[in-house]
């Protein structure tokens, strides 16, 4: 029994990949790892038989997975050929479905952000530039940094 975390990602190439990420308990670590199995073009109508394929190549099956977390794209979630839909089928005892907590995460800041338009994300873009394109302020923020014990970032030396 593992969990799968499936993201579906566009390479620098513009083709879909899905990433394949498993989790399950190693007895002989008494710990909980995690693995990369894979990262696979697809597209929207092979994406249950790409994760069924990266399994299988592993000695896994689809019945044997617990729980699963996935993107909110309609390549994971759509009604009728969502990898969700289609996993669900074949597997009915899945114990979870959920979202990748990193989009969630994302989401949530995209919504407790979406008050103060883009002011927020523009002003640290400010902050960001001045620090990096100003000696002075560098020097400045250096000394700040310096002052409050914390290590100036590597980005702005």
């Known amino acids: 029994m593992f969990s799968t975390n499936n993201d579906e ?7 879909k990949v899905l990433n394949v990420l498993v989790r399950s308990f190693d007895k002989d670590e008494n710990a909980v ?3 990369q199995l894979a990262s696979r073009k697809m597209n929207k109508a092979n ?3 790409k994760l069924k394929d990266v399994l299988q190549s592993y000695g896994l099956w689809l019945q044997q997975v617990t729980s699963i977390l996935l993107d909110n794209c309609a390549v994971m979630r759509g009604n009728k050929t969502g990898l969700e839909t289609q996993v669900r089928n ?6 979870d479905i959920s979202g990748d907590t990193v989009h969630m995460v994302s989401n949530a ?3 407790l952000m979406s008050p103060f338009s883009s002011e927020v994300e523009d002003f640290c873009s400010d902050v960001n530039y ?6 002075k302020q560098k020097e400045i923020f250096s000394e ?3 002052a409050s014990s914390q290590e100036l970032d590597q980005t702005y030396q």
């Open 9 to 15: 990602a566009t390479n620098q190439n513009m083709d």
């Open 33 to 35: 790892k995690t693995q």
């Open 47 to 49: 994406a249950s038989a």
């Open 90 to 95: 074949q597997n009915p005892y899945l114990l």
């Open 109 to 111: 800041a995209k919504a």
């Open 130 to 135: 001045d620090i990096e394109k100003s000696p």
């Open 144 to 146: 700040f940094a310096s």
